[in-house]
């Protein structure tokens, strides 16, 4: 068995940055190591860089005779796939690599393709994977594939007046009783910029004014939804996922013109925004609710994005 004849088979990157990601045209440099127990022949060893998305979920269904027939969606994109060769038979003589017991090292080098390539993700219907795979070939053999993961990151370019800029929304509802009706209840949220980094504190900042008899708490949510498609967008499946969550205090009834900011730490662990990628999007919204009538929540939904690269919350000053 294969297990019996290589021991410790290892690959080892050198990194790039001290989070260990890689981007569209990055070198990609390291070595191949492995120790063997017994002399072995090699026909042919290669390295192999691929990108693909892939999604998938099921609908329908249901006990009973008259249940609806289960349905099943699918998509696939392959955004590249190429191999490079570390080590081959000589096709001349038809020889074989010899190779003797005790440990092997080969250095090995390629390049990620240079595009628009949506940045890795991992979910419940679906998942955008880069990989890198070594192949070894043995005479009268199975080959052996090695897979590891790459965390690959679209880097977007951070100068975009639309990033740094600031955002806001604005809410407001009257509650009505019958014949009675309340004075208004109005909602403000800002936040400093569009573009924060997994980790990053987002300020929000809020006015409230609340002409009710009744007092309201806000509550604040950073929301990640995801949307998979099949390639005819015909069919998708939309996930939302609550992320981080925050209360702030009480707006009593019948006050005005009051200003909180509450401050929500981001996952550090969240994925990166994805939006070029035709089968599987990524987005975030921080929302801003007020709760707590016997009414539908007042709520603000404002949109943000996730990226690699911290942005300023003002433009950079003028050179």
């Not at 070595?31 to 042919?44: A, C, D, N, R």
């Not at 690959?152 to 370019?157: G, H, K, L, P, Y």
């Not at 975009?160 to 009505?176: I, K």
């Not at 900042?205 to 498609?229: D, G, M, W």
């Amino acid at each position: 068995m294969f297990e019996q004849t290589f021991k410790n088979f290892q690959i080892n990157f050198s990194a790039l940055n001290e989070r260990n990601t890689f981007s569209s045209g990055d070198p990609i440099t390291g070595q191949i190591s492995f120790e063997l127990t017994k002399e072995t022949k090699i026909t042919l060893m290669t390295v192999k860089l691929t990108g693909k998305a892939d999604v998938h979920w099921s609908s329908g269904g249901g006990g009973g005779r008259r249940g609806r027939q289960r349905r099943h969606y699918s998509a696939k994109l392959n955004f590249f796939d190429f191999k490079n060769v570390i080590m081959q038979e000589n096709t001349a003589t038809g020889r074989t690599t010899k190779l003797q017991p005790g440990t092997h090292v080969y250095p090995f080098s390629c390049q990620l393709p240079q595009g628009d390539f949506p940045s890795s993700f991992q979910g419940i219907h679906g998942k955008i994977l880069y990989s890198l795979t070594v192949s070894i070939s043995r005479p009268w053999h199975m080959s052996k594939d090695f897979v590891t993961e790459l965390n690959f990151v679209n880097r977007i370019d951070t100068n975009q007046p639309v990033l740094w800029a600031p955002l806001s929304g604005s809410n407001q509802m009257t509650l009505c009783c019958l014949w009675c009706a309340s004075g208004p209840i109005t909602m403000t949220v800002s936040v400093e910029k569009k573009a924060f980094v997994p980790g990053e504190t987002v300020k929000i900042i809020c006015e409230f004014s609340n002409s009710s008899t009744h007092t309201a708490t806000p509550k604040v949510r950073l929301q990640q939804k995801q949307v998979y498609y099949t390639h005819s967008k015909v069919s998708k499946r939309m996930l939302v996922k609550h992320l981080a969550s925050l209360t702030g205090e009480p707006i009593s009834a019948q006050t005005s013109d009051v200003h909180t900011e509450i401050m929500l730490t981001i996952p550090s662990s969240a994925s990166l925004t994805i939006s070029n990628c035709s089968i599987l999007v990524i987005e975030y919204f921080i929302e801003v609710s007020l709760c707590g009538f016997a009414f539908p929540d007042l709520t603000v939904l404002v949109p943000i994005i996730l990226c690699d690269s911290p942005v300023l919350s003002q433009p950079p000053p003028y050179l």
